[in-house]
């Protein structure tokens, strides 16, 4: 890294549509790295991010993430919001060797370093997710007790929806 060049993080994720909601996380990593450089920065090197909306489409995702990475030369990315999103620009930041750091999404192929050694999850995996929620309702509520589920449509509320039965049915 050139003396006085930034060291440049990007995340793309909603930030109008549905989910622009995960846009207010950008002030507390902002604020984070506010502090960093208030402290002189890493080795010298002040800390920004750029952050761009992909609306939770997949496509625009990795019209961002191509940007990002190829253009806008981050250094790692953090945050990316969706499983759609993160599974389709794995790839590019493997090819790329650049870190997708705190991908938010609980696949279990986030979990696996061997085969995907670029990429890490902030969530916890679907399956402990929807295991440990019942294992809660197991214990919380008195045998016999009826309980209700809303799921996502979608592979995240599918695949919830099996950990979750599978811990009620265990």
């Avoid at 990007?10 to 909601?21: K, N, Y």
């Avoid at 604020?31 to 496509?59: E, Q, R, S």
């Avoid at 389709?88 to 279990?108: F, I, K, W």
């Amino acid at each position: 890294l050139p003396t006085g060049a930034d060291i440049v993080i990007g995340t793309s994720l909603a930030q109008s549509g549905s989910g622009a909601s995960s846009a207010l996380s950008l002030g507390g990593i902002n604020a984070y790295f506010d502090k960093i450089n208030a402290d002189g920065g890493v080795d010298g090197h002040k800390v920004t991010l750029n952050a761009k909306d992909d609306a939770l489409d997949p496509a625009r995702a990795v019209a961002n993430v191509k940007a990002l990475i190829e253009q806008d030369n981050v250094f790692a990315t953090i945050f990316q919001l969706g499983t759609p999103q993160n599974l389709a620009t794995r790839q590019m930041y493997e090819t790329n060797c650049v870190p997708q750091l705190y991908a938010s999404t609980g696949d279990h192929s986030f979990y696996d370093p061997a085969n995907h050694p670029w990429s890490t999850s902030s969530f916890l995996p679907y399956d402990a997710w929807g295991e440990a929620t019942a294992e809660f309702i197991d214990k919380k509520f008195a045998s016999g007790a009826q309980v209700s589920e809303l799921v996502w449509n979608s592979d995240t509320g599918k695949a919830l929806d099996e950990a979750f039965t599978r811990g009620i049915e265990g």
